[in-house]
């Protein structure tokens, strides 16, 4: 998937469990964009710091982490602010959403997910801001 610039629209897929982490990267890379996962909260500030992402697919509950509280460390950089968030999990408190809306968070997908649902909210994510800008 292009940008408006005609580059393929990075994404950063954050997942602690290795199988989740390649079946998205599966589906992302197939539908045509780049995909850069990792599986931990300081891989992900490494990861920004080396290119800045399209879109950032994160799980709410990492090992030794929260995903909530890295959307928000990585909103704190600049050039991320704008950048959409598709929180991923199997959580299934009951704010789970309004937190996950609260720390940046654009999109909630529960796991276990289905990859068309996923590929529509990355679309509908990295579409938006290009419709604002123009």
């Known amino acids: 998937m292009k940008d408006v610039n005609g580059s393929r629209i990075a994404i950063l897929a954050i997942d602690d469990e290795a199988e989740v982490l390649s079946r998205i990267t599966a589906i992302v890379e197939e539908a045509g964009y780049d995909c850069c ?16 992402p399209g879109l950032i697919i994160v799980d709410v509950n990492l090992a030794g982490h929260s995903g909530l509280t890295l959307c928000e460390q990585l909103k704190q950089q600049a050039g991320i ?21 609260a720390t ?28 604002a800008g123009a």
């Open 104 to 131: 940046g968070g654009a999109y909630y997908l529960r796991k276990p997910f289905d990859a068309t649902v996923l590929l529509q909210l990355i679309e509908k994510a990295c579409l938006v801001p290009h419709l």
């Open 37 to 52: 996962g990792v599986r931990d909260a300081q891989s992900a500030h490494e990861a920004v710091r080396h290119a800045t």
């Open 81 to 101: 602010r704008e950048i959409p968030v598709l929180f991923l999990s199997s959580a299934q408190g009951p704010d789970i959403i309004r937190r996950s809306h």
